[in-house]
């Protein structure tokens, strides 16, 4: 029965925040709240540092930008050994997370000697599968369809994104419970 499936299992809800939006991006935010059976037992929030110089349009969209990184960031090393702590024996849940996200963090573990193995879901994957809609829709337009209200402005940081993507997580597992 698929309630057993998440019975006593990890759940960790995140979302990220890179340099791009391609596989050569680096992970600038990191946010997350991780589960056991529909209860939080953690909550996450850091700044990762980088040498990379921020672009433009990433500052304006998430108002992350290279001196707030260098003030609050941790260091990369220490970033990817938290991440892989909270990912330990977890199902992980995010939005695009087969498209961008997972192909990402498989690739930056790669390139640091690691084998990173996720056991995944996408938000977006997931709700096609479950309310039977073929088109790909933004994170908002995901929340909209399942009656879930957000606030536009707050979207674009990744602790609020988390909360948006709790309630989709939530939403979505009552229909296969």
């Given at each position: 029965m698929l309630k057993d499936l998440f019975k006593d299992r990890k759940i960790v809800i995140f979302d990220i925040k890179t340099t791009e939006q391609?596989?050569?991006?680096?992970?600038l935010y990191f946010a997350a709240r991780v589960y056991i059976n529909n209860e939080m037992i953690s909550k996450h929030n850091f700044f990762i540092a980088t040498e990379k110089t921020i672009p433009g349009n990433i500052i304006r969209k998430y108002r992350i930008t290279n001196k707030k990184i260098e003030s609050e960031g941790i260091d990369k090393m220490s970033a990817l050994e938290n991440i892989a702590f909270i990912f330990q024996e977890a199902i992980l849940f995010t939005y695009n997370g087969d498209s961008f996200v997972y192909p990402l963090l498989e690739k930056i573990y790669k390139d640091f000697g690691y084998n990173l193995e996720l056991s995944e879901i996408d938000a977006l994957k997931l709700a096609k599968q479950i309310i039977g809609f073929d088109d790909d829709v933004t994170l908002e337009e995901l929340a909209t369809k399942l009656g879930i209200k957000y606030d536009q402005e707050r979207m674009l940081?990744?602790?609020?994104?988390?909360?948006?993507?709790?309630?989709?997580?939530?939403r979505l597992k009552s229909f296969i419970i």
């Open positions: 391609d596989l050569d991006s680096e992970i940081g990744s602790p609020y994104t988390v909360m948006v993507l709790e309630k989709i997580w939530f």
